[in-house]
């Protein structure tokens, strides 16, 4: 049952925390301004003219920029560029004939910020407005309106300023400069220095010191020599642990949780990493649409540091719907409702269901049904400590099978660090399947544990670090007397190149083996091995990847291998491509035979979103099965790994 034809999904999911996702139509809407059209998502402009743009400025003035970098090279020139509101707006009218002169005073302070940031101190900048210098216009200025008012920006970039000597004083005496990026001969930017006095204010607070501060950052240029003399000085003030932690603002939830879930205890060393990981946890409980640690000013009598977690609650109740189109699968829609805070500790109740393969499915009974109830309790017995309870009930039907299930489970989850979680639960399923190997019924028990190390800079757009899963899950099928385990692993890594990390180089492994059981067919087909699809090899179909028996049915197997390997190159700060190709064998032993890879290559294209790169890939399989797949086009928030 080989998947013919193309396929073409999309996925819209939110990061915790969201309330709704929307139907795609509605999504996705042209918006008419004046004679030109703006596409618009999630209400950010892609690309046109947003409406607000139109709207009548009082007094309107345009004006033509001309900017010259005189002998600053790509990298400055770029940078300088960047900066510039005159050039960044250009195609927007200011307000009035002064609007015109405060954007280029402005713009001239940027310009200058800019060169201060790049080391060059001796540069200078000129603008001037219909030929008059911006310094010898009068307070009042007027302009010839008849054509755009010309601006003219001259940058004289000047020579690259390194350090000459780094006297540090007070409690910050001792330390070496060149740990600061701050060693004789280096670049002397500004934005390296202000960062080595904050670095600094911020080792004496991870010293147990809530009042460090920097007492003094003199900078003093010699033009004769391109040279700067560098003084920063800090006192770090008195060791103090955390105090007393009050609540304020809660409503509805229970004050004693906040502050125990926030792990903030009193008499523990005092940590700005400690309060900041406090309020990152508290809002992913999605309880609160604001927190904010407020520290004491001063120590209390015991010579503690008294904090105020302040919380604003949002709505406990939300409701959702979605919709997705396949070229395959046909249209489908979801919905799903959801309370927050049940007993006033985060608890949360969310109850979903879903409908698929409408319009494609020649009649009911091949519909793609799901429904579940999900329950979370936070902190519980230890405020590490996750319980996680569901039941869902569901109905699979890719060209592999047509799976039907009920599944139970209860699982507790633990936060071993920041980066480290592990996970069990128990899991009791039944499940009726037409495939390959017939119409058969199973009752599986199975115990999933799982160890998830995250160590990326971003969960969701990383540009450096890893990513790694380890899974055990052994069980037992009753109908058969089977005993069986399932062993997963996987590992993803991310390195950025250039300036600003203007290419990420990313690469996934997974790899996966079935033990015990006998043959697979005593294995319900939902657990069984399968690859191919966006989450997997792209340019496949859904599950296309799989051992054939001699009908040329996907039976899955017992073992697997897949390999990803992107390149996500930035355009502009919005816009990036990226060609990847992914790779992958499927076999019936328990070890890959790699006698079958298949293998897909494509392109695609990201865009940024204060949620996530929005996701377009388009990829065709380089060694394609007869009468299969001949491309896929994948949509969806967020990397693809």
């Given at each position: 049952m080989r998947i013919r034809g193309t396929g073409l999904k999309t996925g819209i999911a939110y990061r915790a925390g969201a309330v709704m996702?929307?139907?795609?139509?509605a999504a996705f809407s042209p918006v008419l301004a004046g004679n030109a059209y703006a596409f618009k998502l999630f209400g950010?402009?892609?690309?046109?003219?947003?409406?607000?743009?139109?709207?009548?400025?009082?007094?309107?003035?345009?004006?033509?920029?001309?900017?010259?970098?005189?002998?600053?090279?790509?990298?400055?020139?770029?940078a300088l560029e960047k900066s510039s509101r005159l050039v960044g707006d250009k195609n927007g009218p200011v307000s009035g004939d002064l609007g015109v002169v405060v954007k280029a005073r402005d713009d001239r302070d940027r310009l200058i910020a800019t060169l201060y940031e790049k080391a060059r101190y001796g540069g200078v900048v000129t603008i001037t407005i219909d030929g008059r210098n911006i310094d010898d216009l009068p307070p009042n200025p007027t302009f010839d309106r008849s054509k755009p008012v010309p601006v003219k920006v001259d940058i004289a970039p000047g020579p690259?300023?390194?350090?000459?000597?780094?006297?540090?004083?007070?409690?910050?005496?001792?330390?070496?400069?060149?740990?600061?990026?701050?060693?004789?001969?280096?670049?002397?930017g500004s934005l390296a220095i202000i960062k080595a006095g904050d670095t600094i204010v911020d080792?004496?607070?991870?010293?147990?010191?809530?009042?460090?501060?920097?007492?003094?950052?003199?900078?003093?240029?010699?033009h004769s020599k391109n040279t700067v003399d560098i003084v920063l000085a800090a006192e770090g003030g008195?060791?103090?642990?955390?105090?007393?932690?009050?609540?304020?603002?809660?409503?509805?939830?229970?004050?004693?949780?906040?502050?125990?879930?926030?792990?903030?205890?009193?008499?523990?060393?005092?940590?700005?990493?400690?309060?900041?990981?406090?309020?990152?946890?508290?809002?992913?409980?999605?309880?609160?649409?604001?927190?904010?640690?407020?520290?004491?000013?001063?120590?209390?009598s015991d010579g503690t540091l008294p904090m105020t977690i302040e919380v604003s609650e949002g709505k406990r109740r939300y409701l959702g719907i979605g919709a997705q189109y396949s070229t395959i699968d046909g249209f489908g829609v979801n919905g799903y409702w959801g309370h927050r805070n049940l007993f006033g500790g985060a608890e949360s109740l969310r109850i979903e269901g879903a409908v698929s393969r409408l319009g494609e499915a020649s009649d009911l009974g091949d519909l793609d049904y799901s429904a579940g109830i999900l329950f979370t309790k936070p902190a519980f017995i230890h405020?590490?400590?996750t319980l996680k309870a569901g039941i869902v009930a569901k109905t699979e039907n890719p060209d592999a099978y047509n799976a039907k299930l009920v599944t139970a489970s209860l699982g507790l989850s633990y936060e071993l660090t920041d980066q480290d979680t592990i996970s069990a639960a128990g899991e009791v399923s039944f499940e009726n399947d037409d495939d390959a190997f017939g119409n058969n019924n199973y009752l599986t028990f199975?115990?999933?544990?799982?160890?998830?190390?995250?160590?990326?800079?971003?969960?969701?757009?990383?540009?450096?670090?890893?990513?790694?899963?380890?899974?055990?899950?052994?069980?037992?099928?009753?109908?058969?007397?089977?005993?069986?385990?399932?062993?997963?692993?996987?590992?993803?890594?991310?390195?950025?190149?250039?300036?600003?990390?203007?290419?990420?180089?990313?690469?996934?492994?997974?790899?996966?083996?079935?033990?015990?059981?006998?043959?697979?067919?005593?294995?319900p087909a939902t657990q069984r091995f399968f690859a191919g699809g966006g989450g997997s090899v792209r340019g496949y179909g859904y599950q296309e990847i799989s051992p054939y028996n001699e009908n040329d049915d996907a039976t899955g197997g017992r073992s697997y291998v897949t390999g990803s390997f992107e390149a996500r190159i930035k355009i502009t700060d919005t816009i990036g491509i990226v060609p990847f190709i992914d790779v992958g064998t499927v076999s019936d032993g328990i070890a890959p035979d790699f006698s079958d890879i298949r293998a897909g290559a494509g392109a695609g294209i990201r865009y940024a979103t204060p949620f996530g790169p929005l996701r377009l890939d388009f990829a065709v399989p380089l060694n394609k099965y007869d009468g299969g797949t001949d491309y896929g086009i994948y949509a969806g928030i967020g990397q693809s790994f």
């Open positions: 996702v929307v139907a795609a139509a950010i402009t892609i690309f046109g003219k947003d409406e607000d743009e139109n709207l009548q400025v009082p007094d309107p003035v345009r004006y033509d920029v001309d900017l010259e970098t005189g002998t600053a090279d790509s990298d400055l020139k770029e690259v300023f390194t350090v000459n000597e780094v006297q540090f004083g007070g409690d910050a005496a001792h330390r070496n400069p060149a740990d600061y990026d701050l060693a004789p001969g280096e670049q002397a080792q004496l607070k991870s010293e147990g010191r809530p009042f460090a501060k920097l007492t003094e950052r003199r900078v003093v240029a010699d008195p060791v103090a642990p955390i105090g007393d932690v009050g609540v304020t603002g809660e409503e509805r939830v229970k004050p004693e949780f906040i502050q125990r879930y926030s792990r903030l205890r009193k008499g523990e060393a005092y940590s700005p990493v400690a309060l900041r990981k406090a309020g990152e946890r508290l809002r992913a409980l999605g309880v609160f649409s604001s927190v904010t640690i407020h520290e004491g000013d001063a120590l209390a405020p590490s400590a199975t115990l999933p544990i799982t160890y998830d190390r995250d160590a990326r800079d971003d969960k969701y757009n990383p540009t450096g670090g890893y990513h790694a899963t380890l899974s055990a899950k052994p069980g037992y099928e009753f109908m058969n007397g089977t005993v069986y385990s399932a062993f997963q692993g996987s590992i993803s890594g991310y390195l950025g190149l250039g300036a600003e990390d203007g290419i990420v180089l990313a690469g996934k492994l997974a790899a996966g083996t079935l033990i015990g059981g006998g043959g697979v067919e005593n294995i």
